[in-house]
């Protein structure tokens, strides 16, 4: 597990509270610091997914030494449903990039170092070289706009443009100074080409779509009583996520806080909220770990009533 400190992990052991015998999901394997974490807990089985090949050789590697109690399955988790087709106690999905992904310059995620501009999680499909050297500068700039939160999303796509007419882009390094040339550092020192990363990576890997089927899988797959636990590390996958929690528990029938629910003829409440509001990294742990700054974990239990979805595990 070098390389990868997972974020939350006492929370994420806390919140899932797992029993011998139980059956957990943990849908974005990584670095495994989620699924041995939990399997140290208690005689439990873990089913954990990941698309990336190289998580999944981290995993087999790993399985060897727990007894079979951990079980890798190579794919997106969104695709759990199909995956794993039975009934569990526990799902749990940490959203985004691994420490691992970002600190091999070869994956071409991060612009720490200079390496490939590939940016994909399952090391295959349409890279992010091939989005920047191939799409429209309209396209480019929602992209960057939209999945980035850059507000200066057309100033990059067309300084974008204008670079890759003299020669292709294939470089971190080579995005990096682009962006840079264009967009000046902030009171905050975040490095500006930051936004313009995260827009394309979430794209090229389609995160918050991967996200939405991931939580509505969880709820199909999860028994009465099961836990789903969700960290997230910034305000668009933390939305999804926020969003859903409120419709599935019912939240938004409710249209006074001081008076009774109200009536309603839609689907009953799957999920009992744990945590009204999302809990954040300690101040040790922020110490020990910057990357966990920006998380936030919100977690709910699976009622009995059938999945929104229609699904039948």
């Not at 199909?82 to 612009?111: H, P, T």
């Not at 636990?229 to 305000?235: D, E």
């Amino acid at each position: 597990m070098s390389g990868h400190i997972p974020v939350l992990l006492n929370e994420i052991v806390q919140a899932i509270a797992p029993e011998e015998g139980d059956i957990v999901i943990d849908g974005t394997f990584g670095g495994g610091g989620y699924t041995k974490a939990i399997l140290d807990a208690a005689n439990c089985r873990v089913f954990a997914i990941d698309r990336d090949p190289d998580a999944i050789k981290r995993g087999n590697t790993l399985s060897k030494s727990l007894d079979n109690r951990l079980t890798m399955f190579e794919g997106c988790y969104g695709d759990m449903a199909a995956l794993v087709n039975q009934k569990v106690n526990a799902v749990v999905l940490d959203i985004g990039v691994s420490s691992f992904q970002i600190d091999e310059a070869d994956r071409g995620f991060s612009f720490r170092e200079d390496g490939p501009l590939d940016m994909r999680m399952a090391q295959s499909g349409e890279s992010a070289a091939d989005v920047v050297n191939t799409y429209d500068e309209k396209d480019l700039a929602d992209i960057i706009y939209k999945y980035g939160e850059e507000r200066h999303s057309r100033r990059v796509a067309r300084a974008i443009v204008d670079a890759r007419k003299e020669e292709e882009i294939t470089t971190t390094a080579q995005l990096a100074k682009i962006v840079r040339s264009v967009v000046w550092q902030a009171k905050d020192k975040i490095d500006p080409a930051t936004r313009t990363f995260q827009g394309l990576r979430i794209y090229v890997n389609d995160e918050l779509g991967e996200l939405e089927r991931g939580l509505a899988a969880a709820e199909e797959l999860l028994l009465p009583g099961g836990r789903l636990v969700v960290v997230t590390f910034h305000s668009l996958e933390d939305r999804i996520v926020k969003k859903f929690f409120k419709e599935r528990s019912g939240a938004n029938a409710r249209t006074n806080r001081y008076m009774p629910d109200a009536a309603t003829d839609g689907p009953q409440p799957t999920f009992k909220l744990v945590t009204r509001k999302p809990v954040a990294p300690s101040e040790e742990e922020l110490k020990e770990n910057p990357r966990a700054r920006s998380s936030k974990l919100r977690a709910a239990v699976r009622t009995d009533a059938p999945s929104w979805t229609g699904g039948n595990v």
